[in-house]
């Protein structure tokens, strides 16, 4: 098993920036697919962004493509979500998450393991 603990929850203006932070803790970090996942009041989960294994391969949603990168430092058993050009959209709860298997593309339902979630609020 792995535990994930997320940092960088915060309040800033829209067109502003955050990163967040996801360590984590037990079994060998690099064995597990990595996501970011945020739930909006009212609405479901959604992936916003996955990272494979070695960090070569990234996936992202429509709605954050080309604002949000995802990256990853296995030595330091770590997962980022850099977001910037922030909209109050963007507003949520975010989660980091890990699953066993290696396929980027999946629903939430699909992670193993999850954090507890860091609090995004974008001002307009």
């Known amino acids: 098993q792995v535990q994930l603990v997320e940092s960088g929850r915060g309040l800033v203006q829209a067109g502003g920036s955050l990163r967040l932070s996801c360590a984590a803790f037990g079994r060998t970090f690099i064995t597990y697919t990595m996501g970011w996942i945020r739930q909006a009041p009212g609405n479901e989960r959604e992936v916003v962004a996955a990272i494979s294994r070695s960090g070569g391969i990234t996936n992202y949603a429509d709605s954050v493509k080309g604002r949000f990168t995802i990256s990853r430092d296995n030595a330091k058993s770590t997962v980022y979500l850099q977001m910037n050009s922030l909209k109050p959209e963007d507003t949520a709860v975010y989660y980091c998450?890990?699953?066993?298997?290696?396929?980027?593309?999946?629903?939430?339902?699909?992670?193993?393991?999850w954090g507890q979630g860091t609090q995004v609020t974008v001002a307009s």
């Open positions: 998450a890990a699953r066993d298997g290696s396929i980027l593309n999946v629903s939430p339902r699909r992670y193993d393991y």
